[in-house]
């Protein structure tokens, strides 16, 4: 059983940055952060990692103003995110996964097998 806590969320203005963390009690997963807007929207993933972080996926909708990353030292995944919109307004999740995930794969929910509770990230225009 992994355990995730995500920290880092809040309110800022259109074109701030947050940085996200989310601290896990284990290690050697594929990792993700997922979000999922109010709305009853569907949650969507923004951006993989692969173990050992040498593979990374971006969903199109951050490429460029979002990079994930990871200390498997610390055992802690991250998101830095810049350029925020009110579009990126969301509860951010992260999640990890005993399977080695590439490309598309990485953004699929059902394939991740533990989840944090999530942090709410705000972006008012």
């Known amino acids: 059983q992994v355990q995730l806590v995500e920290s880092g969320g809040g309110s800022v203005q259109a074109g701030g940055s947050l940085r996200l963390s989310c601290a896990a009690s284990g290690n050697n997963y594929s990792m993700c952060w997922f979000r999922q807007a109010p709305g009853g929207k569907e949650r969507e993933g923004v951006a993989g990692i692969s173990t050992g972080g040498i593979s990374t996926f971006y969903a199109d909708s951050v490429k460029g103003r979002f990079t994930i990353s990871r200390d498997d030292a610390k055992k802690t995944l991250y998101l830095e995110m810049n350029s925020l919109q009110a579009d990126d307004t969301a509860m951010y999740y992260c999640?990890?996964?005993?399977?080695?995930?590439?490309?598309?794969?990485?953004?699929?929910?059902?394939?991740?097998?533990?989840w944090g509770q999530g942090t709410q990230v705000t972006v008012s225009s």
């Open positions: 999640a990890a996964s005993r399977r080695v995930l590439r490309g598309p794969s990485s953004f699929i929910p059902a394939n991740y097998d533990y």
